[in-house]
């Protein structure tokens, strides 16, 4: 089937569930019923107002505990999860019925894990402990969905993890980036050979790390195994995932709609040729029961519709997420992100966990990339990432080693852009 006529296909079951879905929304949800009107056509969509974390987040705290944006009665509602608050924010509570969460398991099993080609006899370790953080439970039911056995890794340390792992011969391992990095190091310390482990794959979120080269090199040398990057969001969903190409992660068109807003404020429908870069716009087309319309992500994506050696018709984020919308930072006049930097960090062995560390002086932003080391060349190393950095990006930045162990570690989502 040719291109077009698939990509034609999607957009008309997308508006299908569209029509569906706002209609419901109109009837009983607080939240939209102000916002939205009945919508027929793709014009019609376009017309309807974006909406932001911040209203969402104003709306949780006028209506405790969780807001207007519910379409049906509270006992409708069979799970909450909430966000990591990483950003520094105030964490959102999200709900979802029977029928939402079987829209994200669905995904997890028919999207995500098969993409990275995961299969029913595989065993799938979870590295991390299981709290309110949705990407924990929807990985966990996606794989019960899937066939394959779970295994999961709460309440231990991480050198008890790895012991796990290997003497129960998980063949697929999910956390985020940097912890898989802190599980390398610790396997190092503890003479286990992680890349003799039964570890083929592996299943990484909440950072855009498996998408920086570098960093997704560095995992793979540790675990002789390869790396899928996953995109999602608790209050959005789980919205995309790299497929054996690598090169990007592709979003899945049949669950979402996806839109691009430039940086002039325009919000634009994804291209059938080319490609758009801006703040990744998405509406979710399987939770109306607390449903998001036209969400800005804060995401700054780059997205093509080139063809893929996968055969998949959806657009693909080219690299990843490239980093948040608000954590850009400028030296010099020169507009940064996180991952350009995490690139070139992760190209030094010895260099383990890194900041980088934001203070305003005298109305310009100064910047210090922090860096631990794990041998004595460490001072070598940083004068040599200085001198990269600056060739790379165009801009002159300074890099200092801090003593092992004085950064701060998460299993979770880390915050690797400190603002002082």
Same mark, same amino acid.
């Not at 207007?68 to 999860?81: E, V």
């Not at 758009?276 to 700054?300: C, H, K, M, Q, W």
């Not at 801009?395 to 690797?416: D, F, N, Y």
């Given at each position: 089937?040719?291109?077009?006529?698939?990509?034609?296909?999607?957009?008309?079951?997308?508006?299908?569930?569209?029509?569906?879905?706002?209609?419901?929304?109109?009837?009983?949800?607080?939240?939209?019923?102000?916002?939205?009107?009945?919508?027929?056509?793709?014009?019609?969509?376009?017309?309807?107002?974006?909406?932001?974390?911040?209203?969402?987040?104003?709306?949780?705290?006028?209506?405790?505990?969780?807001?207007?944006?519910?379409?049906?009665?509270?006992?409708?509602?069979?799970?909450?999860?909430?966000?990591?608050?990483?950003?520094?924010?105030?964490?959102?509570?999200?709900?979802?019925?029977?029928?939402?969460?079987?829209?994200?398991?669905?995904?997890?099993?028919?999207?995500?894990?098969?993409?990275?080609?995961?299969?029913?006899?595989?065993?799938?370790?979870?590295?991390?402990?299981?709290?309110?953080?949705?990407?924990?439970?929807?990985?966990?039911?996606?794989?019960?969905?899937?066939?394959?056995?779970?295994?999961?890794?709460?309440?231990?340390?991480?050198?008890?993890?790895?012991?796990?792992?290997?003497?129960?011969?998980?063949?697929?391992?999910?956390?985020?980036?940097?912890?898989?990095?802190?599980?390398?190091?610790?396997?190092?310390?503890?003479?286990?050979?992680?890349?003799?482990?039964?570890?083929?794959?592996?299943?990484?979120? %909440? /950072?855009?790390?498996?998408? =920086?080269?570098?960093? @997704?090199?560095?995992? &793979?040398?540790?675990?002789?195994?390869? $790396?899928? +990057?996953?995109?999602?969001?608790?209050?959005?969903?789980?919205?995309?995932?790299?497929?054996?190409?690598?090169?990007?992660?592709?979003?899945?068109?049949?669950?979402?709609?996806?839109?691009?807003?430039?940086?002039?404020?325009?919000?634009?429908?994804?291209?059938?040729?080319?490609?758009?870069?801006?703040?990744?716009?998405?509406?979710?087309?399987?939770?109306?029961?607390?449903?998001?319309?036209?969400?800005?992500?804060?995401?700054?994506?780059?997205?093509?519709?080139?063809?893929?050696?996968?055969?998949?018709?959806?657009?693909?984020?080219?690299?990843?997420?490239?980093?948040?919308?608000?954590?850009?930072?400028?030296?010099?006049?020169?507009?940064?992100?996180?991952?350009?930097?995490?690139?070139?960090?992760?190209?030094?062995?010895?260099? %383990? /966990?890194?900041?980088?560390? =934001?203070?305003?002086? @005298?109305?310009?932003? &100064?910047?210090?990339?922090?860096?631990? $080391?794990? +041998?004595?060349?460490?001072?070598?190393?940083?004068?040599?990432?200085?001198?990269?950095?600056?060739?790379?990006?165009?801009?002159?930045?300074?890099?200092?080693?801090?003593?092992?162990?004085?950064?701060?570690?998460?299993?979770?989502?880390?915050?690797?852009?400190?603002?002082?």
């Amino acid at each position: 089937m040719a291109l077009s006529t698939r990509l034609a296909d999607i957009r008309a079951a997308q508006l299908e569930r569209l029509r569906a879905g706002i209609e419901s929304l109109l009837q009983t949800n607080r939240f939209y019923q102000a916002r939205l009107h009945r919508v027929g056509t793709w014009d019609d969509f376009e017309r309807l107002p974006l909406t932001t974390k911040d209203e969402i987040t104003a709306d949780q705290q006028a209506h405790p505990p969780f807001g207007t944006d519910l379409t049906f009665p509270i006992d409708r509602y069979s799970r909450l999860h909430q966000t990591s608050g990483t950003s520094g924010t105030t964490p959102l509570r999200w709900l979802d019925t029977p029928e939402s969460w079987d829209w994200w398991v669905r995904i997890w099993a028919d999207h995500i894990y098969r993409s990275a080609g995961v299969q029913a006899h595989d065993r799938v370790f979870f590295a991390f402990s299981f709290g309110p953080f949705i990407g924990f439970w929807s990985a966990f039911s996606g794989a019960e969905r899937l066939g394959a056995l779970i295994i999961p890794g709460g309440a231990m340390t991480t050198e008890q993890r790895l012991r796990t792992m290997l003497e129960l011969h998980a063949t697929v391992l999910c956390s985020t980036p940097t912890y898989a990095i802190r599980m390398a190091e610790a396997a190092d310390l503890a003479g286990i050979d992680l890349a003799a482990s039964d570890i083929r794959i592996m299943i990484h979120a %909440g /950072e855009p790390g498996a998408s =920086v080269p570098a960093t @997704r090199d560095l995992i &793979e040398r540790s675990f002789g195994a390869r $790396c899928f +990057d996953h995109t999602g969001m608790t209050e959005l969903g789980p919205t995309g995932v790299s497929c054996q190409a690598r090169d990007g992660v592709h979003l899945v068109e049949s669950e979402f709609v996806f839109e691009v807003r430039d940086e002039a404020g325009a919000v634009h429908s994804l291209p059938e040729t080319g490609t758009i870069t801006g703040e990744l716009v998405a509406t979710n087309l399987g939770r109306f029961g607390s449903p998001l319309i036209r969400y800005r992500t804060g995401d700054r994506v780059e997205v093509t519709r080139a063809s893929c050696e996968c055969g998949s018709p959806f657009a693909k984020m080219l690299g990843g997420i490239r980093g948040r919308v608000d954590d850009m930072f400028t030296v010099r006049g020169v507009n940064l992100y996180p991952s350009q930097v995490e690139d070139l960090v992760r190209r030094h062995a010895v260099i %383990g /966990e890194f900041c980088i560390e =934001v203070r305003e002086v @005298r109305g310009m932003e &100064e910047v210090t990339i922090l860096c631990e $080391c794990q +041998d004595g060349n460490g001072e070598a190393a940083v004068s040599q990432l200085a001198n990269e950095l600056r060739l790379a990006l165009g801009a002159r930045i300074e890099c200092r080693q801090v003593p092992t162990g004085s950064l701060p570690r998460s299993e979770l989502k880390s915050r690797r852009l400190r603002r002082v």
